[in-house]
């Protein structure tokens, strides 16, 4: 392939981030990500002779054109919460890139190549701190043909093949003979013929529950409200739902499922909000799941949970696994809160891990509690369904990203684990996206936006696990083995061949 100087590489590597940002909301262009990654791989091989630094500066660009517009709607937090999250996610496709210009060098150059794009999806996930899963490339499969390799192979894996298909692209597009661009098209239409051939759906029905979900809303502008308002709407919104079910107008719910931050302070502690929980309860004769904020061990802790709540009182909680960095705790809050002042101000106090899975019992059901971001890692929902989850519920808070595509993204996240699990997902949010997808990854209710609401739903419960909860995790320790191999191999071709 022709070599390329910096002056083209640089802002075509720019352009193709931005094209990569373009296949999530709120543009959701199908296959944008896709072609993008043909894209630089067209540009990682037209740096083969190229400076180390020119195909780093290259990854950099690409990585600022694709997070600055993805992520857009962290400066909602703050302005600065936005620029280092950008810049810090751009940083991995520095590396990203040296090691796809590695393999691009080598025999069966495409799937080295997606084994690389594995390992720089798998290392975004974990690093630093709790890392940030967000914009992968089979998160783009949504509502396209390649959607249902989630619930054959899991997400790392669809990324990978996703990214086989950007691969045979750039050799229909530049392949020397009419042999080799037949071969690689024929592959593209065998693998999307595949993709809309697979099944998806449950993974072992074992029966129905009848759900309620609530939206109370939130009261005005992020973190401007007066404390207990927040839950005064949900409990409201809960006795309407209480009055629709005595009259009749709606099935009487199995489990009802307030949003994360359903209440601001801790029920255990704040009487009068316990006594209103379990008087709602006692009146729905059902058991609501609580999301709220409760006191830590310490008083300069807290936990991000949702409780299992009755009549009779508290049962058993799940803590998120995954509180988010600089927005639900401070790593080096000494140090940072120097910088940035705000911190300490707007995050008083650090909200702890869990340890232990969502997978809980609520009634007579075993559900797989995750929060907000959680849903986002592989991990989290793959724990819940081994401790027994019969369905995955997401208890979200998108209050402050309000207006953003923030929430759309989440929401896609979240059918593509119906998809990838065989499980109904269900989502309660204080003011939206709170609704009801299918493991199909179909739509099946969603609430109007921004204003108190509720779903009732009958969903069935799944009892098996989908060929991706088997596989997911070995693959994608496969693959990030073979990144990192295929990485040396080409390194060293390199090397030898300069010897």
């Known amino acids: 392939m022709p070599a390329a100087g910096w002056r083209v590489a640089w802002p075509a590597a720019l352009a193709l981030g931005v094209l990569s940002a373009l296949g999530f ?8 990500m896709v072609l993008a990654v043909a894209g630089l791989i067209l540009v990682a091989r037209s740096l083969a002779t190229a400076r180390k630094r020119t195909v780093a500066v290259a990854g950099l660009l690409y990585g600022v054109g694709f997070m600055g ?5 962290m400066n909602a937090v703050s302005h600065g919460a936005y620029v280092g999250l950008a810049l810090a996610e751009a940083l991995f496709f520095i590396p990203i890139m040296l090691a796809l210009r590695a393999v691009t060098r080598l025999r069966l150059w495409p799937l080295w ?3 690389v794009w594995v390992l720089g999806e798998w290392a975004r996930g974990r690093f630093p701190f709790t890392g940030f899963p967000w914009g992968r490339l089979a998160h783009t499969s949504i509502d396209t043909p390649f959607a249902s390799y989630a619930r054959l192979v899991a997400m790392p894996a669809t990324s ?3 990214f086989v298909v950007a691969a045979l692209l750039v050799i229909v597009a530049t392949g020397h003979g009419a042999r080799a661009r037949g071969a690689a098209l024929a592959g593209i239409l065998a693998l999307a013929g595949l993709g809309a051939a697979l099944p998806t759906g449950i993974a072992g029905a074992e029966g129905t529950r009848q759900v309620a979900l609530v939206q109370g809303d939130v009261p005005g502008v992020f973190l401007t409200w007066p404390i207990g308002e927040i839950f005064k709407l949900h409990a409201a919104e809960t006795d309407r739902l209480a009055s629709r079910v005595e009259t009749g107008k709606v099935p009487k719910p199995d489990m009802v499922l307030w949003p994360e931050n359903a209440t601001d302070t801790d029920p ?3 009487l009068a909000v316990r006594r209103r929980i379990e008087a709602l309860s006692a009146r729905l004769d059902a058991p609501i799941l609580v999301g709220g904020i409760f006191d830590g061990p310490t008083t300069e802790t807290a936990l991000n949970a949702g409780v299992v709540w009755t009549a009779a009182g508290p049962g058993e909680r799940y803590i998120k696994l995954k509180p988010v960095p600089f927005g639900e705790y401070v790593p080096f809050r ?3 809160g120097a910088i940035v002042d705000r911190l300490a101000r707007d995050i008083p106090r650090d909200m702890l891990p869990g340890d232990e899975p969502g997978a809980m019992r609520i009634g007579n059901t075993m559900i797989g509690d995750t929060i907000c971001y959680d849903i986002a890692y592989d991990g989290v929902t793959r724990r819940a369904v081994d401790g027994g989850a019969q369905m995955i519920v997401v208890q979200t808070s998108n209050a402050a990203f309000t207006g953003t595509a923030q929430p759309e993204q989440q929401w896609d996240i979240s059918r593509l684990r119906a998809i990838e699990t065989g499980r109904w997902v269900v989502v309660p949010s204080t003011n939206g996206i709170t609704g009801v997808v299918d493991p199909d990854g179909s739509v099946v209710d969603r609430a109007p936006m921004h204003q108190p609401a509720t779903i009732s739903a009958e969903v069935t419960l799944a ?10 995790a070995p693959l994608e320790w496969a693959l990030v083995i073979l990144g990192l191999g295929g990485w040396w191999l080409g390194t060293r071709r390199r090397e030898t061949g300069n010897a």
Do not use: H, M, Q
């Not at 909301?25 to 944008?32: I, M, N, R, Y």
């Not at 517009?69 to 709607?73: E, H, N, R, S």
């Not at 009892?463 to 997911?472: E, F, H, Y």
């Open 268 to 270: 255990s502690y704040d």
């Open 69 to 73: 517009p993805l992520i857009w709607w």
């Open 113 to 115: 190549g997606a084994a």
């Open 25 to 32: 909301d709120p543009v959701g262009l199908p296959f944008a």
């Open 463 to 472: 009892g098996g696990r989908t060929p991706a909860l088997v596989v997911g």
């Open 160 to 162: 990978a093949i996703l």
């Open 334 to 336: 000494k140090e940072a």
